[in-house]
C-alpha cells in the first residue's frame, strides 16, 4: 500500500533503527537523559532559543505553550484553519480555558490588518465585558493551506505588530523545517519571530515520536511543569529521541525530494479531466484536490483508490495527498496512474 494519508505515515529507517537500538539512556523527567539532553541543545542551537523541552508529539507542544503564555479567560489570535483550532480536538480550551479568536486569511498565512481587525473584534465591548488578547499562534508550514509557506519578511510583520499591541507570539512549527527548504531560510531565522516555537520529527523527518518545543529558560522551566501536570513527562527517552538526532543530521535536507514529488502530483492531476487541484503549486508536501468533477463522492474515490493500492485521506470536502521519505517518485506515478484509472471509468459511466 502506497500511503499519502499523512507524512506521519513514515517508517523508521534500518540506520535510524540502530541509533534507537545503541541510544544511551537515562531518566528524562529528572532531566538525567543524556540523548534528551543533547537532542534539546542541537534544537535549542538550531532555533537560536536559550533552551527547549522534549515531548511525545506535537500537539501537547501547542497545549503546554499556550498554558504557559496564558491565563483562563484569555483571547488567543489564530488563523481560522489553524491545526490548534481544528485538528486538537478542543484541547486548548479545556487546559487552558482560552477564547479562540479566528483570523482569515488565504491559505493561512494573513496580514498585520488580519491581526488588527481580530484585535478590533475581540474589544467590541468596553473593557470590563471583552477578554484580554493575549496569544498570537501562526503555523509553519500551514497544514490546511497546502502546505503553504511563510515567508520571513510576512511573518516578522505579523509578529512585530502583534509584540507591540501587547501579545506573545508562538509558532506551531510541525513542519517547520519544510518551510526551510521551501525558501532557504535559516530556522533561527523564523524562530527569531516568535517567543516560543516546536518542530515535529514524526512527519518529514521520519522519526517514529518526538518533538519539541523552545524558547526562553523562563518560559521552558514554566512550560516544563505543565509538561508534568499534563501527564508528559517520560523515563527512558533516549530511545526516541536517538530517532529525532539522526533525522537532523539525515532527514532534512532530502525534504525537497518531498516537495519535488508533491509538485510531479500537482502537475499530473492537473491534466486529469474531473480533478480540481487546489495547490496546482504546492510549495512543499502536501496536495489538496476536489474529485467532485468525476461525479463520484470523496468516500467513494478513496475507496477505489485503495482498491488500486494507494491511500489517500479526506480533509472537509478535499483530498489530501501528503509526500514523506516513504514514497519513491515511482510510487507517485502508481498513485497517478491509479487516479486516471478512477478518473476514465468514471467517465464511462457518466457516458
Known amino acids: 500500500m502506497i500511503l499519502l494519508t499523512s507524512d506521519t505515515e513514515t517508517k523508521p529507517t534500518q540506520a535510524m533503527r540502530q541509533a534507537i537500538a545503541n541510544a544511551e539512556v537515562g531518566d528524562e523527567q529528572k532531566g538525567e537523559d543524556p540523548t534528551v539532553n543533547l537532542l534539546l541543545e542541537r534544537v535549542a542551537d538550531l532555533l537560536g532559543k536559550e533552551a527547549a523541552l522534549f515531548f ?18 484569555d483571547v488567543v489570535l489564530v488563523e481560522q484553519m489553524a491545526h490548534i483550532i481544528r485538528a486538537e480536538s478542543g484541547g486548548a480550551a479545556m487546559t487552558s480555558g482560552v477564547l479562540m479568536e479566528a483570523v482569515t486569511s488565504e491559505r493561512g498565512i494573513f496580514t498585520v490588518d488580519a491581526v488588527a481587525q481580530a484585535l478590533t473584534r475581540v474589544a467590541t465591548a468596553p473593557y470590563l465585558y471583552s477578554a484580554n488578547p493575549r496569544l498570537l499562534c501562526v503555523e509553519q508550514t500551514h497544514n ?22 501587547g501579545l506573545a507570539t508562538h509558532m506551531d512549527g510541525a513542519r517547520l523545517l519544510n518551510a526551510v527548504i521551501a525558501s532557504q531560510t535559516p530556522a533561527k531565522d523564523f524562530a527569531a ?30 512550560a516544563r511543569r505543565y509538561k508534568h501536570i499534563f501527564g508528559g513527562a517520560m523515563r527512558q527517552a533516549g530511545i526516541v529521541a536517538a530517532g529525532c538526532l539522526y533525522a537532523l543530521d539525515h532527514h532534512i535536507e532530502r525534504l525537497q525530494e518531498d516537495h519535488d514529488n508533491a509538485a510531479h502530483l500537482a502537475k499530473k492531476l492537473s491534466e486529469i479531466n474531473g480533478i480540481t487541484v487546489q495547490n496546482p503549486q504546492p510549495e512543499t508536501n502536501i496536495v489538496f484536490f476536489d474529485v467532485s468533477g468525476l461525479g463520484i463522492d470523496k468516500g467513494q ?22 509526500t514523506h521519505l516513504d514514497v519513491s517518485r515511482a510510487d507517485i506515478d502508481v498513485a497517478i496512474n491509479a487516479i486516471y484509472e478512477i478518473a476514465k471509468s468514471s467517465e464511462k459511466v457518466k457516458n
Request: with cysteine; aromatic share 8%; hydrophobic share 45%.
Open 56 to 73: 511525545a508529539c506535537g500537539t501537547i507542544c501547542n497545549f503546554v505553550a499556550i498554558k504557559t503564555h496564558t491565563r483562563p479567560a
Open 144 to 165: 490546511f493551506g497546502g502546505g503553504s509557506v511563510w515567508q520571513l519578511e510576512e511573518l516578522r510583520a505579523v509578529c512585530d505588530f502583534s509584540r507591540q499591541k
Open 193 to 222: 519571530c516568535v517567543d516560543s516555537v516546536w518542530v515535529d520529527f514524526t512527519k518529514g523527518l521520519g522519526a517514529p515520536i518526538g518533538a519539541v518545543l523552545a524558547g526562553t529558560k523562563e518560559f521552558i522551566a514554566q
Open 301 to 322: 474515490f478513496l475507496t477505489l483508490l485503495q482498491e488500486r493500492g494507494v491511500k489517500m485521506g479526506a480533509v472537509g470536502n478535499s483530498i489530501r495527498a501528503v
